[in-house]
């Protein structure tokens, strides 16, 4: 926590910090991504009137994310940027009716962690590969198809071609 009254109550204050952020995962109801290295959190709060604070500030997280496509985990680096204003003369109930989504505030304090997570939430990709040309998983059986090739019938057909297919295995049988 970051206690911030001194820049709240004097207008023009400008104060630049490194601070290192104690977050250690990513939680989501879809899974739990470790941060493997961050680098400290570069931040500049500045009072531009009004108790009105602008919050500018970066971050790089190395993030273990596993593989869109093969479940191997890749090291992936996220970098965050960030620049907001956050109005000190709202209550937290005022700040949740006009959907200011400032939780990383807390009276006065500022939770470092909290103000990390939620800019690096809309910051995550979409979708990592361990390498643009990464095969995947057989369908079949759960090899990596990186690693090596199994000996599974991969043949993907348009399954209203089934009917013919049984007929041909069959045939073959006769």
Not at 40 to 50: H, R
Not at 94 to 112: C, T
Not at 144 to 170: E, V, Y
């Amino acid at each position: 926590m970051l206690n911030l009254t001194e820049v709240i109550l004097n207008e023009g204050k400008v104060v630049r910090r490194q601070e290192e952020i104690t977050l250690k995962q990513f939680d989501f109801p879809f899974g739990s991504y470790p941060i493997a290295d961050a680098s400290p959190l570069s931040l500049v709060i500045e009072n531009t009137g009004n108790k009105v604070l602008r919050l500018q500030g970066s971050i790089v997280l190395k993030v273990i994310i596993p593989c869109a496509r093969c479940l191997e985990n890749v090291e992936t680096l996220l970098p965050v940027e960030f620049d907001q204003e956050a109005d000190m003369k709202l209550s937290q109930e005022e700040r949740l009716n006009a959907l200011d989504e400032s939780a990383f505030l807390n009276g006065y304090n500022l939770d470092v962690d909290k103000l990390v997570y939620g800019e690096a939430l809309q910051n995550w990709p979409s979708r990592v590969l361990c390498k643009e040309d990464c095969k995947g998983l057989c369908k079949i059986c759960g090899q990596s198809l990186n690693r090596g090739t199994c000996s599974c019938d991969r043949t993907d057909l348009d399954p209203r071609m089934a009917k013919i297919r049984d007929i041909f295995s069959n045939f073959k049988e006769v």
